[in-house]
T-cell receptor, first 112, second 114 residues
């Protein structure tokens, strides 16, 4: 079963607006990652936040992590039409496994 | 191209046939993963290899599924006696053995079972 639930399932915004996606997970983690997937393609890694970090930035991306609530959020600022894609959170669990457990995803549509 | 490559990109087969997919990881990556993704869902873990050793298999990987990585380089995923429920995108990813487990994905093989 999937570890993460993402909210909202779908989001439509205009270019220039900010987009916020939320992810909740169930068990202890080593780190949490966000990936992007364009329609019908593979996933591309965006950003990683470790369990002892609370916030991280990369370009127009800002990720927060609240381990007490088992939740994370991804903020994309000043969105562009090219940001249209599905976004997934993925957890790297704290016990001895290297698999990633993905959330259900948020489908973002950015209108020009 | 030094990324993860998967072949074929698309496969259409009839129920009951066997299919085999291939994944070539990034050359210096020791770890290789297979995931399955159905429409509107996130990828679900199937199995992974550290070099040629298969270290973990999901309960999703029924006895009709087998994966190999014979020389620790490319990997194959075979599905025997395909069922309509096997229709999905099969994604391969690789990562280096050291580091934070950032995974690099191929474009996937889309399987349609008629």
């Amino acid at each position: 079963s999937q570890q993460g639930e993402e909210d909202p399932q779908a989001l439509s915004i205009q270019e220039g607006e900010n987009a916020t996606m939320n992810c909740s997970y169930k068990t202890s983690i080593n780190n949490l990652q966000w990936y992007r997937q364009n329609s019908g393609r593979g996933l591309v890694h965006l950003i990683l936040i470790r369990s002892n970090e609370r916030e991280k930035h990369s370009g127009r991306l800002r990720v927060t992590l609240d381990t007490s609530k088992k939740s994370s959020s991804l903020l994309i600022t000043a969105s562009r039409a090219a940001d249209t894609a599905s976004y997934f959170c993925a957890t790297d669990l704290s016990y001895n496994t290297d698999k990633l457990i993905f959330g259900t995803g948020t489908r973002l549509q950015v209108f020009p | 191209d030094t990324g993860v490559s998967q072949d074929p990109r698309h496969k259409i087969t009839k129920r009951g046939q066997n299919v085999t997919f291939r994944c070539d990881p990034i050359s210096e990556h020791n770890r290789l993963y297979w995931y399955r993704q159905t429409l509107g869902q996130g990828p679900e873990f199937l199995t992974y290899f550290q070099n040629e050793a298969q270290l973990e298999k999901s309960r999703l990987l029924s006895d009709r599924f087998s994966a190999e990585r014979p020389k620790g380089s490319f990997s194959t995923l075979e599905i025997q006696r395909t069922e309509q429920g096997d229709s999905a995108m099969y994604l391969c990813a690789s990562s280096p053995s050291l580091g934070q487990n950032i995974q690099y994905f191929g474009a996937g093989t889309r399987l349609s079972v008629l």
